[in-house]
């Protein structure tokens, strides 16, 4: 059982605080346990190795028993019935994964099989081990724009709101740390105070973290979403996270600046969102970003990254 944990996944996620349930040796204590079960109870037999993101391990599985029509019907060709089984460490973010899963119901968007939101528990639809990585940035943002026009549906009323995050963003951005020049943190916490107070017209499902290994090939579609860390509110704050990452692509001097806003043209123009709604979130996400860097000893790239992309969101 023990190898279905991948050992640099359980090294990193050793390092966690609780974050409103566990913390990350308490969570590692009990997976092996909590993954027995899971394949027990489901009725799944792993067939290959795991994989993991940031917070997640996640078991490539085949349905075995009584539970296996519904995925193979979402199978390639009907034949094989493969899924995967993403666990979580329980944290906030991932709470409400299920909910919007569901909510988009596979457009755009892996199917959600089954899920047990208490234990974070999901079992998906198995989708390619390509991701946007492998593609020209410039290609992979059209991918993220044109997703995140056929992602835009109502909300669930319990999917947290980013009019609290953003409220909580400014008043705690007023008073952190001078980590980036102050008045980068200032400019930060202004705007968050104003994006809400001028909300666009309909708040939106979001998902707040669609970069480039969140999006995975497929056969029903040509890319589909993962991992949503749902929020509900502005599309306009779903651009930043394609241009923090793949940051070696960005070159440098003034190409920075050039790249950087090349992507968000690109995302807004395929998703037909305001660019200067974009910038100003960017600015709100990367102060954001920075403040967290901080606090980690091996952040110092992370809050330069942050520094460049507000410049270039000003300038
Ligand atoms: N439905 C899926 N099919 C195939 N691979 C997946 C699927 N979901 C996740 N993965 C793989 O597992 C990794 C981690 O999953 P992800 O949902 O992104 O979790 P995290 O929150 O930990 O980043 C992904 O980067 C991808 O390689
Ligand atoms: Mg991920």
Redesign the pocket.
């Known amino acids: 059982m023990i190898d279905l944990i991948p050992l640099h996944f359980a090294h990193h996620i050793a390092g966690f605080a609780a974050d409103g349930y566990v913390s990350g040796v308490d969570w590692l204590e009990g997976l092996p346990g909590l993954l027995r079960g899971l394949l027990d109870e489901w009725e799944l037999e792993p067939v290959g190795r795991s ?8 078991v ?1 599985v085949r349905l075995v028993g009584a539970g296996r029509s519904p995925v193979e019907d979402h199978a390639p060709g009907g034949s094989t019935p493969h ?2 089984l ?1 666990v ?1 460490w329980p944290h906030p973010e ?1 709470a409400t994964e299920a909910l919007a899963l569901q909510t988009w119901n596979g457009h755009g968007a ?1 199917r959600l099989l089954r899920a047990d939101p208490a234990r974070f528990a999901l079992l ?6 390509e ?1 946007l990585t492998t593609r020209p940035v410039d290609d992979a943002c059209a991918v993220i724009g044109d997703l995140l026009t056929t992602l835009r549906r109502p909300a669930h009323p319990r999917v947290p709101r980013l009019a609290d995050y953003a409220a909580r963003q400014a008043d705690e951005l007023r008073v952190a740390p001078p980590v980036i020049p102050r008045r980068y943190l200032d400019q930060a916490a202004a705007l968050a105070r104003e994006l809400v107070t001028r909300p666009p017209a309909e708040e939106r499902l979001l998902h707040t ?1 669609l970069h480039y ?2 999006v ?1 090939a497929a056969a029903r579609a040509p890319w589909l979403a ?2 949503p ?1 749902p929020m509900a509110g502005d599309p306009a704050f779903e651009v930043a996270p394609a241009l923090w990452n793949r940051p070696d692509e960005l070159g440098t001097g003034s190409q920075v600046r050039w790249s950087l806003r090349r992507r968000l043209e690109i995302i807004c123009e395929h998703a037909g969102i305001d660019e200067g709604r974009a910038r100003a979130w960017t600015i709100v996400r990367e102060a954001d970003n920075a403040v967290d860097a901080a606090l980690d000893p091996a952040g110092r790239d992370r809050v330069s990254l942050a520094v460049m992309i507000i410049k270039a969101m000003n300038d």
């Open positions: 994989m993991s993101g940031h917070c997640s391990v996640v490539p899924a995967v993403k979580s991932a892996v998906l639809e198995r989708l390619d081990t991701d973290d290994a969140n995975l993962i991992d860390k």
